[in-house]
């Protein structure tokens, strides 16, 4: 519990610090955009790459088609939830998008293998940066077309979701890198999460703090994202025989507070991104609690 509770204090401070450096001035729209662009666009693939490739864990090749494909039917699963109940919300139109979008996908990169790293230990770093191949698929096909109301192939096949794939096979046919471009990875990977929450917390500075907190749809939208897919998510996975650690990792990432990446994504190609930043903010605060729970009656 206490590892889940630090990684996600970590991540609250690093938007708060976003927030006081676009109060600053330091953070302006201009170089937030940019900020936006680099860590979807450069950092993130790479870190993706070095997080599949150079690892310990051990797992077995074989192993990787079934985590992508578990990982794939959560999102489905998240999917078919979210086309259920965010009609019940009544949102606006052009807020229906990021709705769904948000309960679809959580943030399953930047918090979610960190989180899975420091509870369960050993190969859930591994299986946690697979789940992202699928994500990042849909993140930027699905994802920009329900934010933004844009599509295209060549978005699609994002640099994240093609440096996860190749490294995926590459993992699977056991090629072996050279150990110092795998540390270079690493390296650069290292500021994939404190960029991106200087985003989160640059755009939450620019919107007045009354209508953070007069978003009511947020309550059961939160309550749904932090509670509701994972408690299904975990139902489901006891009638199948999963190695426990990427069960774990599952039931974790289902449990993640609302994605990042589309903050970045509604700053990068138009969108309502301060609906995003205000579901982002809610939900990552609420998880200071949720998550240290999962943590601590699933995986004692």
């Known amino acids: 519990m206490s590892a889940a509770l630090s990684q996600i204090l970590t991540i609250f ?30 950092i993130l693939p790479f870190y993706l790459f070095g997080a599949i490739l150079r690892t310990d864990a051990g797992v077995d090749p074989r192993a990787v088609p079934v985590a992508v494909g578990l990982s794939a039917g959560m999102f489905l699963l998240s999917a078919l939830i979210a086309l259920a109940v965010v009609p019940l919300l009544r949102p606006p139109k052009e807020d229906r998008g990021v ?28 299986y946690a940066s697979l789940l992202n191949i699928p994500y990042n698929l849909i993140c930027f096909s699905l994802g920009i077309f329900l934010l933004c109301g844009k599509f295209s192939l060549r978005k699609a096949l994002n640099p994240a979701f093609l440096a996860g794939l190749a490294a995926a ?25 404190p960029c991106a929450m200087l985003v989160i917390g640059s ?69 309502n991104r301060a609906l995003s930043a205000k579901l982002i903010f809610l939900s990552t605060a609420l998880s ?8 601590a009656l699933y995986f004692g």
């Open 13 to 42: 401070l690093a938007i708060l610090a976003g927030f006081v450096c676009r109060k600053a001035k330091v953070l302006t729209e201009e170089n937030t955009s940019a900020l936006s662009n680099i860590v979807v666009k450069i």
């Open 203 to 271: 755009v939450l500075a620019s919107v007045p703090i009354r209508e953070i907190v007069s978003e009511w749809r947020a309550v059961p939208f939160v309550l749904l994202r932090l509670v509701g897919i994972a408690a299904l998510t975990a139902l489901l996975l006891r009638f199948l025989p999963v190695d426990p650690t990427l069960k774990g990792v599952l039931i974790l990432m289902a449990a993640m507070p609302a994605a990042t990446n589309s903050t970045m994504l509604c700053t990068i190609y138009g969108g």
């Open 169 to 193: 096979i590459l993992y699977m046919l056991r090629v072996q890198l050279p150990p110092v471009l795998l540390s270079g990875c690493a390296f650069l990977g290292q500021a994939t999460s």
């Open 288 to 295: 200071l609690v949720s998550i240290p729970l999962w943590a």
């Open 99 to 126: 709705y769904l979008f948000e309960l679809m996908c959580g943030n399953v990169t930047y918090i979610g293998i960190p989180v899975c790293a420091a509870v369960l230990g050993g190969s859930a770093s591994f």
